[in-house]
């Protein structure tokens, strides 16, 4: 099982937050047992829209040597999840204290929770994978970016070797992002917003598969946050359990539950 929504809904689920998890899955074989597999995790997908006529979408994975992965992906069902779904279900979407999404939906569907959250005054968090450009329209209503190397570049039209990672991430906070966070991979993460700016090295692990490790970081820190714990506290839990997730092989296998999270942090020795 897999797909970036997913995987982060999960992981917010896994990591204690409370969560509805919205995507779209076709009628066949991979949409019943994604839906069933959601169920035996106690993962509300109630919300979900299931299509007749469209497969559910599938990624095919590559793991090399030293852990990194590459992904194709087919989109399928996804495609179907629409902004007119997105208005059916707006009650609900309402309820919600963090809306987290990302980009394996239509680009117009993002706009328009985006739309919906900024107008009701809910909190956007927003993963830009896969990466893309986007319009300076959807950046000032993201109330939390969260992207990768490759995905800051691509939104901001710098390269980050040019500009060093402070510079990528001040580019995207001119932008009209509130609070941008650069996620570096074995070099911890960047948060920065207009009043606070925090660096946290990552922890020290052999990884074996990185393919769930940023959806685990962003549903951890989801749940994190609607805990009400600081920004530190919410980045060192997510850099733990991105850490704990790629000495694991698979996607949704690999994400850890806060059980396990919390005795990691209690057992590594770190400067935090």
Known sequence: MGGKGANQALAAHRLGGEVKFVSSLGKDSNGLNAMEYYKKEGLDATLSLIVDETPSGVAMIWVDRKGENSIVIIAGANEKLSPEYIHQIEKEILKADLIVLQMEIPYETVKTVCDIAHENGKQVLLNVAPARKLDQGIIQKIDI?????????????????????????????????????????????????????????????????????????????????????????????ASAAAAICVTRMGAQPSVPTETEVRNFLEKKSTNY
């Not at 490759?150 to 609070?179: F, P, R, W």
């Open 145 to 237: 970016l969260v992207v990768n190397e490759t995905e800051a570049e691509t939104i901001s039209g710098e390269i980050m070797e040019h500009i060093g990672e402070e510079g990528i991430v001040d580019k995207l906070l001119a932008l009209g992002a509130k609070t941008v966070i650069l996620t570096l991979g074995k070099q911890g993460c960047i948060l920065k917003n207009d009043q606070l700016y925090l660096r946290v090295p990552a922890f020290s692990v052999k990884a074996v598969d990185t393919t769930a490790a940023g959806d685990t970081f962003c549903g951890a820190l989801a749940a994190e946050l609607s805990k009400g714990h600081n920004w530190n506290e919410c980045l060192v839990f």
